[in-house]
C-alpha cells in the first residue's frame, strides 16, 4: 500500500502517511503492479491499462529512471488521452525495453 500523495510505502494499517502526514483512506488503498515490455507493445499496453478504469497512477521507467508519470485524472479525459498517447508512442521510439509499474485502486 503506498500514499497517494507521495508515494511512500505505507505500513499495513496506517491511517496516516509518516512521510508526508496525508490521511490514508481505507477504501481507496492501492496496490501497484510491475510489467516489462518492449518499446513495441508499450503504447497497447498503456491503451489497454487506462481503459480498465481502476487505474490511479502509470509510470514508465527504463533502468530505475521516470520517463513518463501519466496520473489517474489525465487518463480519464478523452480530449486529453491523444497527446498522452503520442508522447507514449513518441518514448516506444527510443525505448528498447522499459517497466509499466500501475497503482490500482483496491477497495
Same mark, same amino acid.
Given at each position: 500500500?503506498?500514499?497517494?500523495?507521495?508515494?511512500?510505502?505505507?505500513?499495513?494499517?496506517?491511517?496516516?502517511?509518516?512521510?508526508?502526514?496525508?490521511?490514508?483512506?481505507?477504501?481507496?488503498?492501492? #496496490?501497484?503492479?510491475?510489467?516489462? !515490455?518492449?518499446?513495441?507493445?508499450?503504447?497497447?499496453k498503456v491503451e489497454e491499462l487506462i481503459h480498465e478504469g481502476n487505474i490511479?497512477?502509470? #509510470?514508465?521507467?527504463?533502468?530505475?529512471?521516470?520517463?513518463?508519470?501519466?496520473?489517474?485524472? !489525465?487518463?480519464?479525459?478523452?480530449?486529453?488521452?491523444?497527446? #498522452?498517447l503520442a508522447a507514449v508512442g513518441a518514448l516506444a521510439a527510443i525505448v528498447?525495453?522499459?517497466?509499466?509499474?500501475?497503482?490500482?485502486?483496491?477497495?
Amino acid at each position: 500500500m503506498y500514499c497517494r500523495i507521495c508515494g511512500v510505502a505505507l505500513q499495513e494499517n496506517a491511517y496516516f502517511c509518516s512521510a508526508c502526514g496525508a490521511r490514508v483512506r481505507p477504501q481507496e488503498r492501492t #496496490v501497484v503492479e510491475e510489467f516489462q !515490455v518492449t518499446g513495441r507493445e508499450l503504447v497497447r499496453k498503456v491503451e489497454e491499462l487506462i481503459h480498465e478504469g481502476n487505474i490511479r497512477r502509470i #509510470v514508465i521507467r527504463q533502468n530505475g529512471r521516470v520517463l513518463l508519470d501519466i496520473p489517474l485524472a !489525465v487518463a480519464v479525459v478523452g480530449a486529453v488521452l491523444a497527446p #498522452v498517447l503520442a508522447a507514449v508512442g513518441a518514448l516506444a521510439a527510443i525505448v528498447a525495453n522499459c517497466t509499466i509499474s500501475v497503482e490500482r485502486i483496491q477497495q
